[in-house]
């Protein structure tokens, strides 16, 4: 079983900066897709970026230019450093997971995603 555990979230001004971590711990495996998904108040989950083993990276229109996702394969963690922040990305930030059979799958589709953390809170204020 694996475990996904987001941290990193907070209050910011509008155009300022946060970076959310996400450790996966719980056993050996190393998932071969992470990514970071969204939800507001109201609305449907968001898949805003992704990154695969070989860091490949893969981003939403919306985050595009702002957003920048990394791993650390070694310590088994994802991050999302989120610069430029807007009102409109007020939501819960949650970290996800996918093995590598899930190859060729959008990947920024939540129903393709195995593992999921709990959510972090990220509020941005004008």
């Known amino acids: 079983q694996v475990q996904l555990v987001e941290s990193g979230g907070g209050s910011v001004q509008a155009g300022g900066s946060l970076r959310l971590s996400c450790e996966a711990s719980?056993?050996?495996?190393?998932?071969?897709?992470m990514a970071w998904f969204r939800q507001a108040p109201g609305k449907e989950r968001e898949g805003i970026a992704a990154?695969?083993?070989?860091?490949?990276?893969t981003y939403a229109d919306s985050v595009k230019g702002r957003f920048t996702i990394s791993r650390d394969k070694a310590k088994n963690t994802v991050y999302l450093q989120m610069n430029s922040l807007k009102p409109e990305d007020t939501a819960v930030y949650y970290c996800?997971?996918?093995?590598?059979?899930?190859?060729?799958?959008?990947?920024?589709?939540?129903?393709?995603?195995?593992?999921w953390g709990q959510g972090t809170q990220v509020t941005v204020s004008s």
């Open positions: 719980g056993s050996i495996y190393i998932p071969y897709y």
């Open positions: 990154i695969d083993s070989g860091s490949t990276t």
């Open positions: 996800a997971a996918r093995d590598a059979s899930t190859r060729g799958i959008n990947l920024l589709d939540p129903g393709t995603y195995s593992y």
